[in-house]
Every structure is written in C-alpha cells, then in structure tokens.
C-alpha cells in the first residue's frame, strides 16, 4: 500500500529555515503529483505548495511565495518543501499528500485537500518569535 512519511520539522526562530522531507513508497513516486498542506491549532487544513507529476508546475499559496519551494527527487522517490524567512503564523502541523491517479493534471485542484488521496502522519514545524 501507499505509505508517505514526513520528516524534518521542529523549532526555530523567526527568520529561519527548514526542509521537509515526504518519502513514498508503494507505487511509482515520478508519476503522481504531490502537495503539501498545513493545520494549525483551532484552524481548517490549508494548502501549502504542490508539484505536478512531471515536476515542471509547482503552485503555492501567497502566503509563501518567495519563501517557501517544492522539489521533488524521483530517484529517491521523495518531495521536498524548502522553507525559508519562517514567521510565527507558518507554525502548524506539515502533512505531505498524494494525488490517487497517475499523471493526472492538478492545474485546477491542487489546492483542494479532497483531491489527495494518501496522507502521511505530519510533522510539526513551530517557529518561534
């Protein structure tokens, strides 16, 4: 089955960066897109970032554009998000998702959490003031 598995947050200061890490195994990783998404306390899931299957379209939400970057390694069958200039309000659980159908577009989806089939477990990311 499909398993996707979240690594890399934690704690750091406002201005800092982290990279998270999404390892999927259980089907051919290159030919899916992937996304990201993020849950604060008290808050709805929201779109973070997503890659489409070819890894040449990546969408963001405003909120962190020019900060944050999705890349994804097929070799390694791994999606990354680069995140750059934290601020406090990016504190929030980090889940990494796939898209249940191969080579599918997401040009008009990809911010949609009921477009994504598999989940991982998340990861937190708190940055600190």
């Known amino acids: 089955q499909v398993q996707l598995v979240e690594s890399g947050g934690g704690l750091v200061q406002a201005g800092g960066s982290l990279r998270l890490s999404c390892a999927a195994s259980g089907r051919t990783f290159s030919d899916y897109a992937m996304g990201w998404f993020r849950q604060a306390p008290g808050k709805e899931r929201e779109f973070v970032a997503a890659i489409s299957w070819t890894g040449g379209r990546s969408y963001y939400v405003d909120a962190v554009k020019g900060r944050f970057t999705i890349s994804r390694d097929n070799a390694k069958s791994t999606v990354f998000l680069q995140m750059n200039s934290l601020k406090p309000e990016d504190t929030a659980v980090y889940y990494c998702?796939?898209?249940?159908?191969?080579?599918?577009?997401?040009?008009?989806?990809?911010?949609?959490?009921?477009?994504?089939?598999?989940w991982g477990q998340g990861t937190q990311v708190t940055v600190s003031s």
């Open positions: 998702a796939g898209v249940g159908s191969p080579r599918r577009s997401i040009a008009n989806i990809y911010a949609r959490p009921d477009q994504y089939d598999y």
